[in-house]
């Protein structure tokens, strides 16, 4: 199987991961009150072992993650992902430094839940609305561990559309990746929403 | 006489929205449009006069912001808006000091449509 989304269905699919990505890098901005830089979004389509490889996280770092998964029109999965470190810091912002780092245990899977359901449903609006489709968004879940347990797939021979988005708090050192994993069983409904969209901005624009 | 409009963005389906409201409120307009900031600078070295400039903020190499400086020091732009999904505060006070319009992703044409008629 190839990459079989056209160069503009790419360009739209970032577009409006961008504009995504973007208010949550606002909500984000307003819950820890610090500017947050982010990276332009990279999306292919690639079998499930590539795709764990391109989030070029260290397979034996802990890891803290949020992740939701999706279903309906189309179904995968979303990740926002810190080094464990990171994660904690970040917690510790959220709640005003007022707490030492050695107490934060206890409130990091709250907090990094109430970060990733803030962060990953802003994606999630912004995508449903451009593309109106129809996806149920599962509660989110907080993980901790190596890579290989977050990233989890039933075949690494299956393929998944991938976007990958890298954030930061430069102030802090803090920065995380947020992405999305989409079966490629519902790739077919998807690119039909996304050829829609692009389909009404051609034909407006070519008059 | 005709008005020459640069427009900057490193998506073209973007653009292509941006253009379309353009061409829907502003007669016999010249779009000049360039997918980054080098590009957006080399489209402005002929010599032409630019009445009005969009420009993505998040795009690779230059952002918005270090494009709209660059082309401050070439030309006179009466103009410009800077066109963003990231809506941060620091984003916006950036855009003030720079003095230029900020403006939210996804484009909303009255806003556009005002900002043009202005």
């Known amino acids: 199987m190839s990459n079989n989304l056209t160069p503009l269905e790419i360009d739209a699919l970032t577009e409006i991961f961008n504009i995504g990505i973007g208010r949550a890098a606002n909500s984000l901005n307003q819950m820890v009150s610090q500017t947050v830089d982010l990276t332009i979004p990279t999306i292919e389509i690639l079998p499930n072992k590539e795709a764990k490889e391109k989030l070029d996280l260290d397979t034996t770092m802990e890891i803290s993650a949020v992740t939701q998964r999706f279903s309906g029109d189309f179904q995968g999965q979303a990740l926002l992902m810190f080094s464990k470190e990171n994660g904690l810091q970040l917690v510790s912002l959220l709640l005003g430094n007022k707490l030492p780092i050695e107490d934060l245990s206890e409130l990091e899977q709250d907090s990094l839940v109430e970060i990733g359901n803030v962060i990953l449903n802003a994606c999630f609006g912004t995508v449903i609305n451009f593309l109106d489709s129809s996806i149920s968004i599962e509660m989110p879940e907080f993980i901790q561990g190596n890579l290989n347990k977050i990233f989890t797939y039933s075949s690494e021979h299956d393929w998944s559309l991938y976007l990958k988005v890298k954030f930061c708090l430069p102030s802090e050192n803090i920065s995380g990746y947020i992405s999305f994993i989409m079966d490629i069983t519902s790739l077919e409904i998807f690119q039909e929403s996304v050829r829609k969209f692009v389909f009404g901005v051609t034909s407006k624009a070519l008059g | ?118």
């Open chain 2, 1 to 118: 006489m005709s008005k020459t409009i640069l427009v900057v963005d490193d998506s073209l389906v973007s653009r292509m929205m941006i253009k379309t409201i353009i061409q829907s409120h502003v007669e016999g307009v010249d779009i000049i449009e360039a997918g980054n900031g080098v590009q957006g600078l080399d489209k402005v070295n002929n010599g032409k006069d630019i009445d009005i400039a969009f420009v993505d903020f998040n795009m690779p190499g230059m952002t918005g912001l270090e494009l709209i400086g660059a082309l401050a020091e070439k030309l006179t732009i009466p103009k410009v808006a800077l066109l963003t999904a990231n809506i941060q505060d620091e984003i916006k006070a950036q855009a003030i000091a720079a003095g230029v319009t900020f403006m939210n992703k996804p484009i909303n044409e009255e806003v556009i449509a005002t900002f043009l008629h202005r």
